[in-house]
């Protein structure tokens, strides 16, 4: 039985009349007529009863009608769908985010744009550690990444692009003894405690900031957060000093103060993805990406 020959059944129980059916599909009475008794003969039952005026269903029939109900409508609405996906401009993309990073500005804007011009592509947003996320790059459990862009350039499947530009801080809980300083160096807090991330979720296995503090002539005490998250928390709890981008959402918190140091690096704000992604809507989106950044290279 087709997809055709359901359809063609469905008219018939829809307009009660033979001729009015074919006239609907554009074939023959005839035609139609051949095509009903097929699908009788192969489901070996009696769909109609073709004496009365109007034509009724047979109490087969109507079983039959009961369950063919939507069911065209539900599978040309699989094939729009697969053939939209298959097109890349349907289904499901899945953002991978750095824990604590604020999202407003460029890429609240950007999945507008998404929006606007492809309806039918869904985006989904999941948290994840560094190492997690790349890992979900690299196996396709995410089709973007919005993180930072430390450690990303030693990824030979990673192509990114720059969304957003903010400083690296030292952040102090506001009772800070030095919480009202404008500016601070690292040599500055050697006698502090510094809370620095599990090696494990680093590109280079070991937390920069101490490498830094090295190169300025001491090795700090550190507390070692396991997550982004608990890192955040000891910072707000007073625990110890904390390093952290401005587009971290912690800055909107009041307990805490963000000071400049020029002795820390930067990092920037980037979208990355893997080229040799399957999924169909990713270079639809890249596109569109290069035309919302067209001053931007990828890297």
């Not at 939209?84 to 507008?112: E, H, I, Q």
């Not at 830094?212 to 002539?217: D, P, R």
Request: a negative charge; hydrophobic letters at 40%; charged letters at 25%.
């Amino acid at each position: 039985m087709t997809i055709n020959q359901i359809d063609y059944f469905m008219a018939v129980v829809r307009y009660q009349n033979i001729s009015k059916a074919a006239e609907q599909l554009y074939i023959t009475q005839p035609a139609l007529s051949r095509q009903i008794s097929a699908m009788e003969e192969e489901l070996s039952v009696t769909l109609f009863h073709r004496k009365s005026r109007p034509i009724t269903l047979t109490p087969a029939g109507q079983v039959f009608y009961e369950a063919m109900k939507g069911f065209t409508d539900r599978y040309y609405d699989a094939v729009k769908r697969t053939e939209l996906v298959d097109s890349g401009v349907g289904g499901f993309l899945k953002f991978g985010v750095l824990p604590g990073m604020d999202l407003a500005g460029f890429f609240l804007d950007f999945k507008r744009k998404i929006h606007e011009k492809y309806p039918d592509i869904e985006l989904g947003m999941f948290s994840g550690s560094f190492a997690d996320l790349m890992t979900g790059l690299r196996e396709h459990t995410y089709d973007f990444l919005i993180t930072l862009d430390f450690g990303v350039g030693s990824s030979e499947i990673a192509r990114r692009m720059t969304i957003g530009d903010e400083k690296n801080y030292v952040v102090l809980s506001k009772e800070h003894p030095l919480a009202n300083e404008k500016k601070v160096s690292l040599e500055m807090f050697k006698d502090e405690r510094f809370i620095v991330n599990a090696p494990e979720d680093l590109p280079e296995g070991w937390d920069e900031v101490l490498l830094k503090c090295q190169e300025h002539g001491f090795t700090p005490d550190y507390l070692m957060a396991d997550t982004l998250d608990q890192y955040m928390l000891m910072v707000v709890t007073g625990m110890g000093v904390g390093i952290l981008n401005g587009t971290s959402t912690l800055k909107a918190q009041s307990d805490v103060v963000f000071i400049e140091c020029d002795d820390i690096d930067d990092n920037k704000m980037v979208i990355v993805w893997d080229d040799e992604n399957p999924n169909p809507s990713v270079k639809k989106v890249v596109q569109l990406l290069k035309e919302a950044l067209p001053d931007e290279e990828i890297i």
